[in-house]
């Protein structure tokens, strides 16, 4: 089978690079903020990272969790969608690179043909999409070297107050988020 990169995609996945599966660990929901985090935890181990993604897609990926449907597709249905009436299927989302405080994503989407497309993405978008599609989750063992915390002091991710539950419209789905085949 080859692997070939999709429209947009500007340079994929190094194959000499290795990548590390990932799993959602964290949903943190801010009302009256355009800043909504997602935390990424090693499937089998202990390192993690946060991403600051935007309210659309951190909505969808609370919509995903909760089971939460809409009467008509929004773009990252409709996204998923198109692939799949196409023939594609989403196997993997591969955070591939981390430049000037920006990660880099791709899709990869197996053709009918058995080709391996890499579509250029936005993490934010390719997790959303990439959570409703089932699919894993990677990134390249250099970005996750670059941008884990687990080893660098407290939760970078703000904490709701003990005796108050979430703050100021937050919303924290930590607990879950758990891997559908643990």
């Given at each position: 089978m080859s692997e070939s990169t999709g429209a947009g995609s500007e340079g994929s996945s190094d194959a000499a690079e290795a990548y590390v599966p990932m799993r959602m660990g964290r949903l943190v929901l801010r009302d009256r903020s355009d800043q909504q985090w997602i935390q990424l935890v090693e499937v089998d181990g202990r390192r993690s990272f946060p991403i600051v993604i935007g309210p659309h897609e951190a909505?969808?990926?609370?919509?995903?969790?909760?089971?939460?449907?809409?009467?008509?597709p929004l773009t990252h249905q409709l996204a998923l969608a198109g692939l799949e009436a196409m023939?594609?299927?989403l196997e993997t989302v591969r955070i591939t690179d981390l430049r000037d405080n920006t990660f880099y994503a791709e899709l990869r989407v197996r053709r009918d043909s058995g080709e391996l497309e890499a579509l250029d993405a936005?993490?934010?978008?390719?997790?959303?999409?990439?959570?409703?599609?089932?699919?894993?989750?990677e990134i390249a063992e250099s970005v996750l070297e670059e941008?884990?915390?687990d080893e660098v002091g407290p939760d970078p991710l703000p904490e709701p107050p003990d005796d108050e539950g979430p703050a100021?419209?937050?919303?924290?789905?930590?607990?879950?988020?758990?891997?559908p085949e643990a």
């Open positions: 909505r969808e990926l609370h919509r995903v969790l909760t089971g939460k449907e809409t009467p008509r023939g594609g299927a936005r993490p934010s978008d390719a997790l959303a999409i990439g959570l409703r599609a089932g699919c894993s989750f941008v884990r915390t100021d419209g937050q919303a924290d789905l930590f607990g879950n988020v758990e891997d």
